[in-house]
């Protein structure tokens, strides 16, 4: 059993962050890195809005600057999955399983397990990843400039999406699979009202084409209908916005989290809590996208990774 007195899980923004903060406080993190190094970030073709690359960065280069810049300070860095977690009460320790079998042990946890982006599950989603679908318009919206892209979805975050998007392209489509938005009443207003977006009730996507990237997307009309009818637009990307699932399952018994899954916090102190939502969980914190339902930006993952280390520096002192 390995012993720590901080441990990070995760390792995107929110748990680098976190690792340099915390390490450079000498409190020797443990970084636990999960399934895949970058998280969701790892789906973004280019990232131009996070400060400090005025030139933009591939994925996988930030990361790389992110986890070199911790291991500077002396992170220890894990490579596994956490399978199990028991916390303590009371304070206690809490104890973390990588794998079902290596155990770790840690006065203080700090949760950065982002959330993952819901897709529909076609196979060409898959195969166009980082060349034309994307999960995030805030992100990579920029690079559709002029051009003709399709949003997936009939909620609030699929509205916002659509208009955001039509302030930067030629044209919108919005891809509804009812034959009604979901969205608040505003929303749809400012939807309707936009010349640049067109919504496609009570369409499915089958799948996408084009050569190496998105050119267009198969669509069917009232599918499994008499109404049914096939339907081809000529698009050059492809934006998600069906939801996201955070990667909190891990700890359903253990902490509040709210309807949708994320860890909820009181205040500005990253601190988690117990079920009951009132009982603080001590030496229990969260950043980044699994405790943030709202802004879901690598800079905000950043900041609260930040804010999270600051507090786990606090409650260690606290304690003697």
Known sequence: MTTTSCLIIGSGPAGYTAAIYAARANLSPVLIEGPQLGGQLMITTEIENFPGYP??????????????QAE????????????????????????????????????????ATGASAKFLGIQSEQDYKGKGVSACATCDGFFYRNKVVAVVGGGDTACGEA????????????????????????????????????VLF???TLRLTGEN???????????????????HIDING???????????????????????????????AQQCYLPDGITP????????????????????????????????DKYLKSRG
């Open 55 to 68: 030139d933009g960065v591939e994925p996988f280069v930030m990361m790389d600057d992110l986890r070199r």
């Open 238 to 268: 492809f934006f998600l916005a069906i939801g996201h699932k955070p990667n909190t399952d891990l700890f359903a018994d253990q902490l509040s989290r709210d309807a949708e899954g994320y860890l909820t916090l009181q205040g500005d």
């Open 163 to 198: 208009e955001y998007l039509a302030g930067l392209c030629q044209k919108v489509y919005l891809v509804v699979r009812k034959p009604f938005l979901r969205a608040s009443k505003i929303m749809q207003d400012r939807v309707f009202a936009n010349p640049k977006i067109e």
């Open 202 to 204: 009570e369409h499915n």
């Open 281 to 312: 969980a001590l030496g229990v914190f969260a950043a980044g996208d699994c405790a943030d339902p709202h802004y879901r930006q690598a800079i905000v993952a950043a900041g609260s990774g930040c804010k999270a280390a600051i507090e786990v």
């Open 213 to 231: 990237k998105v050119e267009g997307a198969d669509l069917v009309y009232k599918q499994g209908t008499l109404e049914e009818q096939l339907h």
């Open 72 to 111: 500077r300070f002396g992170t220890q860095f894990v490579s596994g999955v956490v399978t199990k977690a028991q916390l303590g009460v009371n304070g206690q320790p809490h104890h973390i399983w990588v794998e079902d079998t290596d155990e770790y042990m840690a006065d203080s946890i700090i949760i």
